[in-house]
């Protein structure tokens, strides 16, 4: 249960990179859930940090939205509400992956097993 919310943020963050036509990162983006299966330390770290990457590009998009935003006198705020919710989402997203009980399920190298 505690893989669902890395699943949707990384689909978030496709979504984001597909707007953009970046299919490189979107594809990135798609597979990196698909290493949750792989039953391995290294994996679920480098899905911890893909996802912390992802919270700072929702915060480094939020700061561009919001500035252009400023700069046309668009009404900002909503767009600051929903990115920042993104940009906290992914995080604690990252930060589920980190419990104990997830933890276990992926052995240090040269654990034994």
């Avoid at 963050?13 to 798609?30: E, G, K, S």
Wanted: net charge positive; hydrophobic share 55%.
């Amino acid at each position: 249960m505690r893989f669902v919310p890395a699943v949707i943020a990384f689909l978030l963050l496709a979504a984001h990179f597909m707007r953009q036509a970046d299919t490189t990162p979107m594809t990135a983006c798609v597979l990196a859930p698909i290493l949750l299966f792989v039953r391995k330390r290294w994996a679920l770290v480098a899905v911890q940090w893909s996802l912390y990457i992802g919270s700072a590009i929702w915060g480094y998009t939020t700061v561009l939205l919001v500035l252009d935003r400023v700069m046309t006198q668009s009404p900002w705020v909503r767009t600051a509400a929903i990115l920042s919710a993104l940009t906290l989402f992914t995080l604690y997203a990252g930060r589920l992956l980190n419990a104990d009980t997830v933890r276990r399920n992926y052995p240090e190298p040269g654990d034994g097993v």
